[in-house]
């Protein structure tokens, strides 16, 4: 890895790298050493099918060879089918694309400002969850509590108010004549994990309808396939009026999306909003092949039997190490180690020992594996994690 030339010519966003990156193949990574890595972060939940899944890379090469990009000037049947598809697994309405998480979420609080538009006073705040996380965008950003995304970049867009997350009353009090929407993530990806309870999301719900606003979930990081349902919050029974997805998604390649029921699927008009990338012929290929996937290896299944699995030998683990291992958190193959010291330590050894995962807020260790993931390679990770555990030393 050419360290100073990386720091010479890219803009300083990312901390320093650790190392590089140079190939990857099912639940494996490779850097330009030769060192093999179990891949337990999925590229921040992204690389749901592993890497280079042959039936994606196959229908990537030859969409490539037919239209990679005409704009939404026309009709893109590779579009039209994708949306038809996320329809019946999510329900009545309609899909808009996009590239990226932050930009679903974008959509999602300008479907808001449009719904806020049509009511007499005008109404614009959008309550949103402590330790929620969705993008960087300046409108992403203003919904995103911790001041470690926010500082330096006031003033941010007004109007977004912060409850407590899975504390009902706190949403309910904050509620006024100028509410319109309510925006959350069914379980808490950046934040440290933390899912929202089946009675807070339905009780949600039933605000909603009472103050006729919209009710919101952020599902880039929880959706497509990786708890166990489709979408993080299909376990709890209830139903938002509109859905961010992306991550999952594209399976690596950049593609989001919105759900919007039939009821509110008309707010947007023609000119109202786009994108240029937004569901392009490439980026829904890449999509359909994991939808392919996720029905053919019955991923879904997959994440929550084997998610399962994981969860008892990290349950183990927290036997074994009162001291350092607080809680596990999560549900499918999207879990955590609530830890009683920073992650990062954690993170390092077990990059030394051959395995990645990643850190998350409030102490805790993130583990995303592909929802392909073998029984063995769990194995090897719980190993590793035990090894990794017992190194740490506490002061
Ligand atoms: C990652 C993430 C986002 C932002 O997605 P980008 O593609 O990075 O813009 C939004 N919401 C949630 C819940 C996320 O995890």
């Given at each position: 890895m050419d360290l100073p030339k990386h720091q010479e010519f890219l803009i300083g966003n990312y901390a320093p790298p650790p190392l590089e990156i140079v190939r990857g193949k099912g639940s494996n990574l490779w850097d330009s050493q030769g060192k093999e890595y179990l891949d337990f972060a999925s590229g921040i939940a992204v690389t749901n099918l592993g890497h280079s899944h042959p039936h994606w890379v196959k229908n990537i090469q030859q969409q490539s060879a037919e239209l990679v990009h005409c704009s939404n000037l026309f009709s893109i049947p590779e579009q039209v089918s994708l949306a038809e598809r996320l329809v019946k697994k999510i329900g009545p309405g309609k899909i808009l694309f996009c590239n990226s998480g932050a930009e679903a979420n974008e959509a999602l609080i300008k479907l808001s400002r449009l719904h806020g538009n049509q009511t007499k006073n005008k109404r614009s705040k959008v309550l949103v969850a402590t330790n929620g996380?969705?993008?960087?965008?300046?409108?992403?950003?203003?919904?995103?509590?911790?001041?470690?995304?926010?500082?330096?970049?006031?003033?941010?867009?007004?109007?977004?108010?912060?409850?407590?997350?899975?504390?009902?009353?706190?949403?309910?009090?904050?509620?006024?004549g100028q509410t319109v929407a309510i925006l959350v993530e069914s379980i808490q990806g950046e934040?440290?994990?933390?899912?929202?309870?089946?009675?807070?999301?339905?009780?949600?719900?039933?605000?909603?309808?009472?103050?006729?606003?919209?009710?919101?979930?952020?599902?880039?990081?929880?959706?497509?396939?990786?708890?166990?349902?489709?979408?993080?919050?299909?376990?709890?029974?209830?139903?938002?009026?509109?859905?961010?997805?992306a991550k999952g998604l594209g399976g690596g390649f950049p593609i989001g999306a919105i759900w919007v029921d039939q009821q509110h699927s008309q707010l947007f008009t023609p000119g109202s909003h786009g994108t240029t990338y937004g569901g392009s012929p490439l980026a829904c290929t890449a999509a359909h092949a994991v939808l392919d996937v996720i029905e053919n290896e019955n991923l879904i299944e997959q994440a929550?039997?084997?998610?399962?699995?994981?969860?008892?030998?990290?349950?183990?683990?927290?036997?074994?190490?009162?001291?350092?291992?607080?809680?596990?958190?999560?549900?499918?193959?999207?879990?955590g180690l609530g830890l009683t010291f920073d992650p990062s330590l954690l993170v390092a050894n077990l990059r030394e020992n051959g395995l990645i995962a990643v850190g998350a807020a409030r102490n805790t260790l993130r583990l995303l594996p592909p929802l392909t993931v073998k029984d063995d390679e769990i194995l090897r990770a719980l190993n590793i994690l035990r090894s990794g555990l017992a190194q740490i030393k506490l002061d």
């Open positions: 996380f969705h993008g960087r965008t300046l409108g992403a950003l203003s919904a995103t509590e911790s001041i470690k995304y926010r500082q330096g970049f006031e003033p941010l867009l007004p109007g977004f108010v912060f409850c407590r997350y899975n504390d009902l009353s706190d949403f309910e009090q904050s509620i006024d934040g440290g994990l933390e899912a929202a309870s089946d009675e807070f999301l339905l009780g949600l719900e039933t605000l909603c309808s009472k103050h006729n606003l919209l009710f919101l979930m952020d599902e880039v990081q929880a959706g497509i396939a990786r708890t166990g349902e489709f979408l993080g919050y299909q376990k709890s029974g209830t139903r938002p009026h509109a859905i961010a997805m929550k039997t084997k998610g399962e699995g994981f969860k008892i030998g990290l349950q183990n683990l927290a036997v074994q190490f009162p001291q350092k291992i607080t809680e596990i958190k999560g549900r499918g193959l999207m879990l």
